[in-house]
């Protein structure tokens, strides 16, 4: 299976394309180090499969498998991570990934996990399984938006004209939010939800 690794640590890009290459079906046909080269090779390679960090410059691992799924290429897409956050994993799942992987996975696991998804089954650490059906986020996509946009500093007046709405039912989703959160005020809500990945 030819595979697209991409990950914007140099150091453990090229330590898992090493390993991985190692294994006699798995061929590493490309690296990358941010999410808009992992697209281009992805476009350009046909991989069978692409290993996806999350945290990655100019498009993260989620965008990526987001426009895999958008531009129906037939590459199946597994995320490398090391945050355990639901709000990661929901939307994973909606961008069409068939693994979400611990970054500090053995190699084995790993080797075993791609083969997996490229028989097309489905992978995810079993130490984040647990965590990730825990928690489902309480936020509908209104009061992620604009709790998204209060996040960057703007006010409710800016979040208003920006969506289109009024700053009263700007307030009123800000006020949704907090309680669904059990948050104090509006600077806590957010770092709840950034810290579950629930923003997106």
């Not at 129906?72 to 799942?93: E, H, K, M, P, W």
């Not at 500090?104 to 965590?131: C, F, K, M, N, Q």
Request: glycine letters at 8%; charged letters at 25%.
């Amino acid at each position: 299976m030819r595979v697209i690794i991409a990950e914007d640590q140099a150091m453990l890009r090229g330590a898992l394309s090493a390993l991985l290459d190692l294994e006699d079906d798995i061929e590493v046909v490309g690296q990358a180090g941010d999410g808009q080269q992992a697209l281009q090779l992805i476009m350009q390679e046909r991989p069978d499969l692409c290993l996806l960090d999350i945290e990655m410059p100019l498009l993260s691992g989620l965008d990526v498998a987001e426009k895999v799924k958008e531009l129906q290429l037939d590459c199946r897409v597994v995320i490398l991570t090391t945050f355990s956050r639901a709000g990661y994993f929901q939307r994973a799942i909606r961008a069409g990934a068939r693994g979400f992987l611990l970054k500090d996975s053995p190699i084995e696991e790993l080797g075993a996990a791609l083969r997996t998804v490229h028989a097309g089954g489905r992978a995810v650490s079993p130490e984040l399984a647990l965590t990730f059906w825990e928690e489902e986020n309480p936020l509908t996509e209104r009061e992620r938006e604009v709790l998204k946009l209060a996040a960057e500093g703007l006010s409710a007046g800016e979040i208003a004209k920006s969506l289109f709405l009024s700053a009263g039912t700007v307030r009123n989703y800000l006020s949704e939010a907090m309680q669904k959160l059990e948050a104090k005020n509006r600077i806590e809500a957010i770092g709840i939800a950034q810290k579950k990945g629930w923003l997106g």
